[in-house]
């Protein structure tokens, strides 16, 4: 990234397509071999999804898992040239019902403006 606002910006935008469940404008910041690596799931890095179509399945699974899931009160900061972290307090509703409410952080790298490498970490909270 050019600039550490230019990062800044795309750290906001990527939440907020989250938070309006825009796959199509979340899946437009990010590169064709883009790796997303999910805070649940069987290895050690929790789910890893690898290249563009399964990055976006992974974050379709993700918002139908909650419909009416908002990551809140993001905060975002540069921590290198190329990477970011932003912060946030995920709230939703499972399909049986219960709730989440968990903190939570994605460290994101970027090339060339477009985010390579999201790994998203969230707090071991049991839904209620």
Not at 5 to 24: P, V
Not at 31 to 41: I, K, L, N, Y
Not at 79 to 94: N, Q, R
Request: hydrophobic content about 40%.
């Amino acid at each position: 990234m050019a600039h550490d606002d230019d990062l800044l910006d795309l750290l906001a935008r990527h939440t907020d397509a989250w938070n309006r469940h825009d796959i199509d404008a979340l899946m437009s910041l990010f590169a064709d071999d883009c790796v997303f690596e999910a805070s649940g799931g069987p290895e050690v890095c929790g789910t890893r999804y690898a290249g563009v179509a399964a990055v976006r399945q992974g974050f379709l699974e993700v918002l139908t898992s909650m419909p009416d899931a908002q990551w809140g009160g993001g905060r975002h900061r540069v921590i290198g040239p190329d990477d970011g972290v932003s912060e946030w307090t995920l709230t939703g509703t499972l399909a049986d019902g219960r709730r989440v409410e968990v903190n939570g952080c994605d460290f994101l790298t970027v090339r060339e403006g477009k985010i390579i490498r999201k790994n998203s970490f969230r707090k071991q909270r049991p839904p209620f």
